[in-house]
């Protein structure tokens, strides 16, 4: 990575803001209007009714979608952080991000390591492993994981290069009691860094942020 888009250093200071922020899907209201204004270290949690705009609204801010109207700006470090770069800003894990079957764990975040450019692509990799608790499958193939253990790469990948913006969609889907306490202390760690975004109805989750926005959209059912 380099030197000009690397993350700041640690702890850094992060400022999230939204305004009258909206998305369609064609004819349909993917996220209502909203705005707010967030600042970091620290954990919200985004709730709402299915379909409301949850993964919409981290998938903005992530850079990862272009929003219908309005606007959101992050800056780091009193840095404004284009989408364009914010990959190398933000960690993003969602139910939907997959990986190569014909690799191995360690492989999969290995190859996500080199293709971020990072200096030590399998200390990044072990490293993040090591923190969600599945250094120990570092060498079994994807297919063999468990849903929630699935679920532990999807943040590894998201802490490989130790973001300053965390960004977790339905973090504990299909985890046991373990990972879900594994889960809950990674979030107390990560709250003293940056900015921890959750979307999530799980009260085991949200309770984890000491802030929640509820987003009030009809979902997409309704037509925009």
């Known amino acids: 990575m380099s030197a000009a888009l690397a993350p700041a250093a640690r702890a850094a200071t992060v400022a999230l803001e939204a305004r ?9 209201m993917g996220l209502e209007p909203v705005s707010f204004a967030l600042g970091g270290p620290g954990v919200v949690a985004i709730t709402g009714a299915n379909g409301s705009g949850k993964s ?4 903005i801010v992530a850079g990862l979608l272009r929003a219908t109207g309005g606007a959101v700006t992050l800056m780091v470090d009193g840095r404004a952080i284009a989408p364009a ?6 960690g993003y894990a969602a139910p939907e991000l997959s990986f190569y079957d014909e ?3 360690e492989e999969n975040l290995v190859f996500a390591a080199e293709a971020r450019d990072l200096d030590a692509p399998a200390a990044a ?15 079994d193939r994807v297919p063999a994981l468990s849903s929630g ?15 300053p913006v965390l960004l977790l969609d339905e973090p504990g889907s299909h985890m046991d009691d373990q990972g879900r306490a594994t889960l809950a ?8 860094a940056g900015l921890v975004l959750i979307a999530t109805n799980d009260e085991r989750e ?3 942020a000491e802030q929640r926005i509820e987003l009030r959209g009809r979902g997409l059912g309704h037509p925009a």
Do not use: N
């Open 103 to 105: 690799l191995s764990v």
């Open 206 to 208: 949200w309770r984890l």
């Open 20 to 28: 009258d922020l909206t998305h369609r899907y064609g004819r349909r």
């Open 85 to 90: 770069i914010r990959r190398c800003w933000v």
């Open 125 to 139: 990799a072990a490293a993040a492993l090591a923190r969600v608790g599945l250094d120990s499958r570092a060498g």
């Open 56 to 59: 919409t609204l981290l998938r």
């Open 185 to 192: 202390g990674l979030v107390e760690q990560e709250r003293r």
């Open 149 to 163: 253990m699935k679920q532990r790469l999807r943040i590894a990948f998201a802490l490989l290069h130790r973001p």
